[in-house]
């Protein structure tokens, strides 16, 4: 049974940091490529960051030069510290994964950027 499990959402203030967590069991963590997508309410689900097997990242632009993916396949864990947040990112943070016709995706966790 394939389970992502996210962790470490919460409520920050704006310029705040928060680091968010997924750990992968039931899969070959290491050969997939990993992302995070993000759905705030009314809006669709949008790709925040991935990470490739190899270790390569892209970022959407709007987290460019914030937010940094990063894995750790010993711990079968995918990470996304995010710093000097906004309101705007406010959302679900959903954690994905895939390798090719598998695809896989966590519960989200609530991330809450008010003052």
């Known amino acids: 049974q394939v389970q992502l499990v996210e962790s470490g959402g919460g409520l920050v203030q704006p310029g705040g940091s928060l680091r968010l967590s997924c750990a992968a069991s039931?899969?070959?963590?290491?050969?997939?490529?990993m992302a995070w997508y993000r759905q705030a309410p009314g809006k669709q689900r949008e790709l925040v960051a991935t990470?490739?097997?190899?270790?390569?990242?892209n970022y959407a632009d709007s987290v460019k030069g914030r937010f940094t993916i990063s894995r750790d396949n010993a711990k079968n864990t995918v990470y996304l510290q995010m710093y000097t947040l906004k309101p705007e990112d406010t959302a679900v943070y959903y954690c994905n994964g895939y390798y090719r016709l598998n695809n896989y995706w966590g519960q989200g966790t609530q991330v809450t950027v008010s003052s």
């Open positions: 039931g899969i070959i963590f290491s050969i997939y490529t």
């Open positions: 990470i490739t097997n190899g270790g390569n990242t």
